[in-house]
């Protein structure tokens, strides 16, 4: 497959499950927060959860307009995409995304099983953040063994 094909497959599949169901979760993680208006540790998850969903949402947004252009227009003999940044450190920074907000999201999770009281709104975020957290390491799986070390063989090419 050629990286063309992969990050556009990785962009109509997980980049648009992400954008679907982050709001959902900040709506839910919302609602659970006020119904458990007195616990501390879930008001902290729940700004502990907007910091991890704008981290995704710039890290998608590099991806989509620098990254996967860059490695698309290298692929076909053309010019990267002009940009400022570092593109083989940026490419490690998003390695550490990838593990940090993945934890991150891990930890919001366990303190809403821990410290929410049963309802139905709690049941229901909960199964939305599994179906973002299984699907997350799919993606994440194909970028750091696919999409970066095709991109850094491209980059090298290039120079
Ligand atoms: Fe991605
Ligand atoms: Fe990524």
């Known amino acids: 497959m050629s990286f063309q094909n992969i990050v556009e497959e990785i962009m109509s599949t997980h980049h648009n499950l992400l954008r679907r169901e982050l709001p959902k979760i900040s709506e839910l993680v919302k609602a ?4 458990n208006a007195d616990n501390n540790s879930l008001k902290e998850a729940q700004q502990i959860f907007e910091k991890v969903r704008s981290k995704v949402e710039a ?10 252009p860059t490695g698309i227009a290298l692929e076909c003999g053309g010019t990267a995409v002009p940009t400022e940044m570092n593109l083989l450190e940026r490419l490690h920074e998003m390695e550490k995304e990838h ?16 410290d929410a009281q049963a309802s139905e ?12 957290q299984e699907d997350f390491v799919a993606h994440v799986e194909k970028e750091n063994t696919k999409v970066h070390p095709m991109f850094i063989e491209l980059l090298a090419a290039r120079s």
């Not at 593990?99 to 366990?110: F, H, R, T, W």
């Open 59 to 68: 890290h998608l947004r590099d991806e989509e307009t620098i990254l996967f």
């Open 32 to 35: 659970v927060t006020a119904e």
């Open 121 to 132: 709104l709690k049941e229901q975020l909960l199964a939305t953040i599994e179906v973002v």
């Open 99 to 114: 593990d940090g907000c993945g934890n991150a999201l891990a930890g919001v999770c366990q303190t809403i099983i821990d």
